[in-house]
């Protein structure tokens, strides 16, 4: 089969289509043909070997994953010994980072756990868009942020994969004000799926303004923690779903001081995969939330289009399909 191959860390050559041999599934496992998949974070970091924490993961000085790629949309094409839930025809999508990535290939062999069943009027790009980002923006607003309706919410980052899914579900939840944080080449598309207002991050710092917010979900995390606390009303919550390391330590380690001084609240998202994918499904179902798609491209352009999203331009997930 097709797979993009990782040999060593750097800039996207070190990524090749290549011939590898096609997997069988073992025990609890199923094999997938995948039909799309999506490109995000992991895939930008584990390609450079950066931020370090990825080489104490992945791989000190050579990354022990083979084909990168965390999110997958496609159809079971045989099942292993023990697979309770799902069997040969059955269509499927899921975030596959905490069972050795692989979704940038023809197949991948993945535990039946990490996998759930695509509604049929979700196309598969649709799917390979949604578990990973949509999972950082439900855990962050609702078990992190606890969002009541009614709220005021910021998105910082908000123009990509968990921006923009994160408004829709915001919204959902009965938000009635989302403000957006990004740059304004991506305006259009973030009023498209419901920002009310939105903040060019190159001209404006929105943590020195006067607007005030109950919950402010944040994907970049490159402030203080203190200067986010500034623009939070008194009983309001900082949740951040990643960002630069030092700043998420410093989230981490004042987070018990602030709770001891303050009303206000600060979180990290501690994602955990595919947890809540049925709620997506109902949510989709019900129209309720649609992926911005940027592609769908070809798999053999995986290498650029990781190092396009890294450079930020993309507008929501950007998704491969064949
Ligand atoms: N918590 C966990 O367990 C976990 C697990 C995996 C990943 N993550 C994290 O989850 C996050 C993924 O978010 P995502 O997929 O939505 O990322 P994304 O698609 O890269 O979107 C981030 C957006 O932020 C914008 N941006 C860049 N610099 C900015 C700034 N200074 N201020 C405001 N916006 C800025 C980018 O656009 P421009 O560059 O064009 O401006 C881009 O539109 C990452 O931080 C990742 O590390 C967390």
């Known amino acids: 089969m097709k797979a993009i191959v990782l040999t060593k860390y750097g800039s996207a050559d070190v990524l090749k289509l290549q011939d590898v041999e096609k997997p069988k599934p073992k025990e609890g496992e199923v094999l997938v043909k995948i039909h799309a998949t999506a490109i995000n974070d992991w895939d930008w970091c584990l390609m450079r070997g950066t931020p370090f924490y990825i080489r104490l993961l992945c791989g000190l000085l050579k990354p022990k994953i083979q084909i990168p790629g965390a999110e997958i949309a496609g159809q079971i094409e045989e099942v292993g010994h023990n697979v309770q839930q799902f069997q040969p025809g059955d269509m499927v999508y899921g975030d596959i980072s905490e069972c050795g990535f692989g979704g940038f290939a023809e197949y991948v062999c993945v535990p039946e756990t990490a996998l759930a069943l695509k509604p049929e009027c979700m196309s598969f790009v649709e799917a390979a868009a949604l578990p990973h980002a949509a999972m950082l923006a439900l855990q962050g607003l609702l078990e992190e942020g606890q969002l009541q309706p009614g709220q005021k919410v910021l998105i910082n980052g908000a123009g990509g994969g968990v921006g923009t899914l994160g408004v ?42 006067q607007e005030k917010y109950d919950l402010i979900l944040d994907t970049k995390t490159n402030r203080s923690i203190f200067q986010y606390l500034r623009v939070l009303n008194p009983q309001g919550t900082y949740v951040t779903v990643g960002g630069d390391t030092p700043r998420l330590f410093q989230v981490l380690f004042s987070k018990p001081i602030i709770h001891l001084f303050s009303k206000k609240r600060v979180s990290l998202v501690n994602l955990q995969p595919n947890k809540d994918l049925d709620y997506i499904n109902k949510l989709f179902q019900a129209g309720g939330i649609k992926p911005v798609l940027d592609g769908p491209y070809r798999l053999s352009e995986v290498p650029e289009m990781i190092q396009y999203f890294g450079r930020g331009k993309h507008k929501g997930k950007v998704v491969i399909n064949g």
Do not use: E
């Open 168 to 209: 829709q579900i915001a919204k959902s939840m009965g938000a009635i004000d989302v403000t957006g944080v990004d740059s304004s080449d991506k305006f259009d598309m973030m009023h498209s799926v419901g920002f009310v207002q939105t903040i060019d991050y190159t001209q404006k710092d929105f943590t020195q303004s």
